[in-house]
């Protein structure tokens, strides 16, 4: 599953002659992909799951025409213990990793979704 999320990643391949790949085919299938992860259990090393996530998911993407931006696209997969969402609640176990993007604007022409593209499956501390 994780090898198909770096096959959508190649298929937003920047390309100097356009047309700029879908952001909307990016995002569905990304999205798609990460809900078909299966979900992480208490009984993990949460740190290995962090290192593999990392590997597979976190890219650089360049995306519009004539000149692209570019996007930092990371894993986001909270550890127990640490806090997450706009409550910054604890953090008791993460079930399913999200996606986060982060652009840096060079003329304005990307449209990549910026900010959480998935949100993770988090269970909270009660």
Known sequence: M???VKAVY???AWSQD????????????VRHLI???????????VL???????????????HGVPIPDDYTIE?????????????RERVRLCIRPGLTSTRY?????????EGIIVAPE???QQ
Do not use: C, I
């Open 122 to 124: 988090v269970v909270f």
């Open 105 to 113: 604007h060079r003329e304005g022409y990307g449209d990549l979704p």
């Open 10 to 12: 190649a298929a937003m």
């Open 2 to 4: 994780l090898e198909q």
């Open 35 to 45: 809900a078909s992860l299966p979900p992480v259990t208490k009984d993990v090393d």
């Open 48 to 62: 290995s799951v962090v290192n593999v996530l990392d590997d597979y998911l976190n890219a650089r993407l360049h």
């Open 75 to 87: 894993s986001a997969f909270p550890l127990p213990g640490s806090t997450w969402g706009t409550k």
């Open 18 to 29: 356009g047309p700029a790949p879908d952001p909307a085919y990016f995002e569905a299938n």
